[in-house]
């Protein structure tokens, strides 16, 4: 059989929605050290010139930052860049608030350079993207596989000094770039333990096949035994493999997947359950109802009528009786 093939990372990437927002530059020399506190939303830093010392809370050792590294901060963590060991930092808030003409100043010179900014992503990005990925990840900008990063650093650097028209568009486009050739680095480059869940099973050759059929054809009726013909493997092969990569079987996966497009399409349009039901990959509203309780706890009506004009768009979490998806 034939089977089609799709990309989970864009699917997941599309799903969640992602936004970029790009800082002032910052500028440092002498010995000099900044601390920032947990950032709400995804943070990244590049080293334009020179090289630092990077430390985040709860990551045991520090990471040297050399010309053209940068790094994608996760989690909301706290964080320190310095130009050495034993600097007492000093706030980051009110330096970047100090900024003129578009550059924050630390330290004395311009020994190192930076630009950096953000990723804000939807709702669910924590559960489906960001906690499958380690909470800082570095990557060396001095390396072959890094040249699509470095070009579109080098763009964005380039947009922020000159200030052309549009510029602000183009960064934010140019960072989104960045960002899914740093995942895709990552990934690459990714040992035991890097990542978890449905990202390790992109590295795994058994796994990925059956990942992508699914994300293709959500919709289809799949069976293991369809699924393990498109990896290769057994039945059997299949099922254990993707169990241990992934933590849940394929079918457990497809219908995980299958609700996630049903809150998407819940959240963002007006098809009615059955409309959704059907796109999904069950027969009935019924049938489409009955898996969205079991995984969220919530009814599709009940889900819509809480993210509604009403509610604000707020999710209420289990704790007053509202709803949260489980992954």
């Not at 990551?59 to 994608?72: K, Q, R, Y």
């Not at 608030?97 to 350079?113: I, L, P, S, Y």
Request: charged letters at 20%; a neutral charge; proline letters at 6%.
């Amino acid at each position: 059989m034939s089977v089609q093939q799709a990309d989970p990372l864009e699917d997941v990437l599309a799903l969640v929605g992602t936004d970029s927002r790009l800082s002032v530059r910052l500028k440092a020399g002498g010995e000099w050290a900044m601390s920032y506190e947990p950032p709400p939303a995804v943070k990244f830093v590049a080293v334009r010139r020179g090289r630092c010392l990077l430390t985040v809370d709860g990551v045991p050792e520090s990471i040297d930052l050399a010309e053209g590294d940068c790094f994608l901060l996760t989690q909301p963590r706290a964080f320190t860049l310095a130009s050495g060991p034993g600097v007492t930092p000093v706030p980051a808030g009110p330096v970047f608030a100090a900024a003129t003409d578009g550059v924050a100043q630390v330290g004395t010179g311009e020994d190192v350079v930076f630009i950096g900014g953000r990723f804000d992503f939807g709702e669910r990005a924590r559960e489906l993207l960001l906690d499958v990925l380690p909470p800082v990840i570095h990557v060396p900008g001095r390396t072959a596989e890094a040249a699509t990063v470095r070009w579109a650093l080098e763009q964005i650097d380039a947009e922020l000094r000159d200030g052309s028209l549009a510029s602000t568009l183009v960064t934010e486009h140019l960072a989104l770039v960045m960002l899914i050739h740093l995942l895709r680095l990552h990934l690459a480059g990714a040992g035991p333990g890097a990542v978890s869940g449905w990202m390790a099973g992109l590295t795994d050759p058994v796994v990925a096949p059956a990942l992508r059929a699914m994300h293709a054809r959500p919709a289809h009726a799949w069976t293991v035994a369809e699924l393990a013909e498109a990896a290769a493997v057994s039945r059997s092969t299949l099922a254990a493999r993707f169990k241990r990569t992934v933590g849940q079987s394929p079918l457990d996966y497809l219908t995980g997947w299958r609700i996630e497009l049903a809150t998407d399409r819940l959240r963002r349009g007006d098809d009615t359950v059955a409309m959704i039901a059907r796109k999904v990959g069950y027969g009935s509203e019924s049938a489409l109802s009955n898996a969205f309780k079991r995984v969220t706890g919530a009814s599709p009506r009940e889900y819509r009528r809480r993210i509604g004009p009403a509610g604000g768009g707020r999710i209420a979490d289990a704790a007053d009786g509202g709803y949260r998806p489980r992954t």
